[in-house]
């Protein structure tokens, strides 16, 4: 496989930061490819060699975004310590808050969904004796209170959160 040319990721670097500013502004389903490529100072044609719709450009940011977990969750050897995953997972969730922030106004059910299968996946391959409904329902639980954090609805810090989400791993007894 080739290896990008330094035009092509400076155009794609340039049409993520355009739609990412847009979605301070509004929604998804409001911004245009117009939109896009003024705010991005490129021609249309630049935005077609690389995507066909808005869409596209937020899942890529989103796929790169479970993927960076995903590749976080493997360096830890064992699951078995709650501690370092929690840690983990609030460590990517506050270096990527802004991101998060911006994929669940813009498609919510997506970037949580995306994210609930690739920390089951993953915690499973660690976990053999856990079975998929114990799992399914700590994910929700924990996914639940990020949405709840990332939307602003409640009010606590990534602080409590990681000690509150630690306690109530060890009290489900099925992570550790």
Request: proline fraction near 2%.
């Given at each position: 496989?080739?290896?990008?040319?330094?035009?092509?990721?400076?155009?794609?670097?340039?049409?993520?930061?355009?739609?990412?500013?847009?979605?301070?502004?509004?929604?998804?389903?409001?911004?245009?490819?117009?939109?896009?490529?003024?705010?991005?100072?490129?021609?249309?044609?630049?935005?077609?060699?690389?995507?066909?719709?808005?869409?596209?450009?937020?899942?890529?940011?989103?796929?790169?975004?479970?993927?960076?977990?995903?590749?976080?969750?493997?360096?830890?050897?064992?699951?078995?310590?709650?501690?370092?995953?929690?840690?983990?997972?609030?460590?990517?969730?506050?270096?990527?808050?802004?991101?998060?922030?911006?994929?669940?106004?813009?498609?919510?059910?997506?970037?949580?969904?995306?994210?609930?299968?690739?920390?089951?996946?993953?915690?499973?391959?660690?976990?053999?004796?856990?079975?998929?409904?114990?799992?399914?329902?700590?994910?929700?639980?924990?996914?639940?209170?990020?949405?709840?954090?990332?939307?602003?609805?409640?009010?606590f810090s990534y602080d409590e959160?990681?000690?509150?989400?630690?306690?109530?791993?060890?009290?489900?007894?099925?992570?550790?």
């Open positions: 496989m080739k290896a990008p040319y330094r035009n092509s990721i400076r155009s794609k670097m340039m049409i993520r930061e355009a739609l990412i500013s847009l979605l301070d502004k509004k929604p998804i389903s409001d911004i245009t490819i117009t939109d896009i490529v003024n705010t991005a100072n490129i021609n249309r044609g630049t935005f077609y060699n690389h995507y066909s719709n808005p869409i596209e450009v937020v899942e890529e940011i989103e796929a790169e975004l479970v993927q960076t977990l995903v590749t976080e969750l493997k360096k830890v050897s064992s699951l078995n310590d709650v501690d370092q995953l929690v840690d983990l997972i609030i460590e990517h969730m506050k270096i990527n808050e802004k991101d998060y922030k911006r994929l669940i106004k813009s498609i919510p059910a997506s970037i949580i969904d995306n994210l609930k299968k690739a920390l089951i996946l993953n915690i499973k391959g660690f976990n053999q004796t856990i079975s998929e409904i114990e799992l399914s329902l700590i994910i929700n639980a924990i996914s639940g209170i990020f949405i709840d954090l990332l939307k602003e609805s409640v009010q959160l990681s000690q509150k989400l630690k306690e109530f791993i060890r009290i489900t007894g099925k992570l550790v």
